[in-house]
């Protein structure tokens, strides 16, 4: 860890449970029944489930815990960068294969937008296909119903108010939102307030709620929700440890996970019955791609050269204009410019057969995260537009034959957009324009989000399947080649879905953790998420 980012960390623990680095006291030498890598928004969730079940739960870090004042930019600043590009355009060297480094991941900076999938995103084959990659879902949006309302229920998502259809703007908007409401209707759109994991009880609006920690407790990240509540218990939770690769002594099983103290360059081995990968969509099929073994020469998973495929990453650009407001205004508005980071949303483009294949997207506020960017004449209305992606085999996580600073292969993200996404993309930024335009926006612009250099939206590298050859991981998570090691976050995706994942990433990997501890306790049944 590098000494400028180490002013930002927290150097108290979280609980008794919480060790940073691998200390040689620390009780690593018998198996745990279940190793989780990744504490963000899916592994926060699955050792909830695991510690609430009995299992002896490791979860597995690779950043420090933060104090309340580090921000997005400073955790950043000190992550290691990936190579973005292709073999036809080249390759930049400021590839970006995080959602942020640090104990839970980017749900700790994210503005808590927390959408449920539609029936659409979980087979949209119907108008999507896609050569040697099926799109629809092993599950359907009724098997996360259940765990969509659990998850909900304890981030204080507002799911009942976002599906309400009305035209009285609720008391929740900003005011750049409110002109935002006014002109979706004029358009006769059907504005919805943008379902977010804020506990409003405790808001008091203080920032603009991105890109920063909530001081609150507020936005419900995964540390004050799960991690802060369990770190107390008889488990083990590790920061500052990075996941090397697994190794294996059977060839259908996972024997241990090889790990790095990044502070020391320590490594050692640690057993566990079960592994649950929760990384993110870059790192676990990462993590997949360095585990060579006799059993697994391509990787573990890997048999037919899918680990890594159908890398999605949303597509997205952000559009903007002024309205005419003086600064008392803006100031004496209960809300004003602050947060939360999105109030209003529009999902009548979702899918329209105007839009290029008939697949359209999501366009909800989006704020800007410096107040410096705000200080001008007038006021500023700001929206972003988010289409999900054509799957691909050649969109992929590769390994590069050069090492990154910790020895290890460099991370690729091999990525080349198809054009009609691109196409796509344009008709939603237009769409973005009329909404800012019906909203009485003037000076309209349009900023490009750099989608493929790598993204926070991250899916389908490990995708789930019935068929082991076009998919890497069954239903419930678990490698077809592999009986003890399972895959939980946005890897698991078969296809990308048009809004933010979150939601659905922490519903699915409690359904999958769910079905673990059953499995591992021959329980019917397991102790409540809550």
Not at 390 to 417: A, C, E, F, Q, V
Request: aromatic share 6%; proline share 5%.
């Amino acid at each position: 860890m590098t000494s400028s980012l180490e002013q930002h960390v927290e150097n108290r623990p979280l609980g008794k449970s919480h060790v940073h680095g691998l200390r040689s006291n620390t009780l690593l030498d018998d198996p745990f029944d279940v190793v989780i890598i990744g504490s963000g928004a899916a592994g926060a969730v699955a050792a909830d489930t695991f510690v609430r079940a009995g299992l002896r739960t490791l979860l597995v870090e690779e950043g420090a815990r933060l104090k309340t004042s580090a921000k997005n930019s400073d955790v950043d600043a000190q992550a290691e960068h990936a190579l973005a590009g292709n073999a036809a355009q080249g390759w930049n060297s400021q590839g970006w294969p995080w959602s942020t480094r640090n104990l839970g991941g980017g749900t700790v900076f994210y503005g808590g937008a927390s959408f449920r999938y539609t029936e659409f995103d979980f087979d949209p084959s119907e108008r999507i296909r896609v050569e040697g990659l099926p799109v629809k879902w092993p599950i359907g949006a009724s098997d996360l119903v259940p765990f969509y309302n659990e998850i909900e229920s304890i981030l204080s998502i507002d799911q009942a108010g976002f599906e309400c259809s009305r035209r009285q703007a609720p008391n929740t908007l900003s005011l750049p939102a409110e002109h935002l409401w006014e002109g979706a209707l004029r358009l006769g759109l059907s504005p919805r307030p943008t379902p977010i994991a804020i506990d409003r009880s405790r808001c008091d609006h203080c920032s603009l709620c991105i890109t920063v920690q909530c001081t609150r407790g507020a936005k419900r990240d995964v540390v004050n929700s799960l991690l802060r509540p369990m770190a107390d218990m008889p488990d083990l939770l590790l920061t500052g440890v990075k996941a090397m690769a697994l190794t294996q002594e059977q060839c259908n099983r996972a024997s241990a996970l090889q790990c790095l103290d990044t502070a020391t360059g320590q490594t050692r081995f640690i057993r566990g019955h079960r592994f649950v990968l929760a990384c993110n969509a870059i790192q676990t099929a990462a993590l997949l791609l360095r585990s060579v073994t006799p059993h697994a020469p391509m990787g573990l998973g890997n048999e037919h050269d899918i680990v890594g495929r159908g890398l999605c990453m949303k597509l997205s650009e952000y559009s903007q204009g002024v309205v005419h407001a003086d600064r008392q205004q803006i100031d004496d508005h209960p809300i004003g410019y602050r947060g939360p980071f999105s109030t209003v949303c529009t999902l009548d483009h979702y899918l329209d057969e105007r839009c290029p294949t008939g697949v359209g997207g999501l366009i909800y506020e989006a704020k800007h995260d410096n107040w410096s960017r705000l200080q001008g004449d007038g006021l500023i209305l700001r929206v972003e537009t988010i289409i999900s992606d054509h799957p691909s085999l050649g969109n992929r996580i590769r390994l590069s034959s050069n090492t990154d600073s910790w020895g290890l292969p460099r991370l690729m993200i091999d990525y080349t957009t198809n054009p009609q996404d691109l196409a796509r993309l344009a008709y939603m930024v237009k769409r973005s324009a009329d909404w800012l335009e019906a909203a009485g926006a003037r000076d309209i612009r349009h900023e490009a989000s750099n989608f493929a250099m790598g993204s926070t939206h991250l899916h389908g590298t490990c995708r789930a399947g019935d068929d082991p050859r076009t998919s890497v991981v069954d239903r419930d998570g678990k490698l077809h080649s592999l009986d003890n090691v399972y895959v939980a976050d946005g890897s698991y995706m078969p296809y990308p879905g048009g809004v933010n994942p979150t939601l659905t990433i922490q519903a699915n990997a409690l359904r999958i953790a769910r079905q673990i501890a059953r499995d591992a306790t021959g329980h019917a049944s397991t102790a409540a998420f809550r």
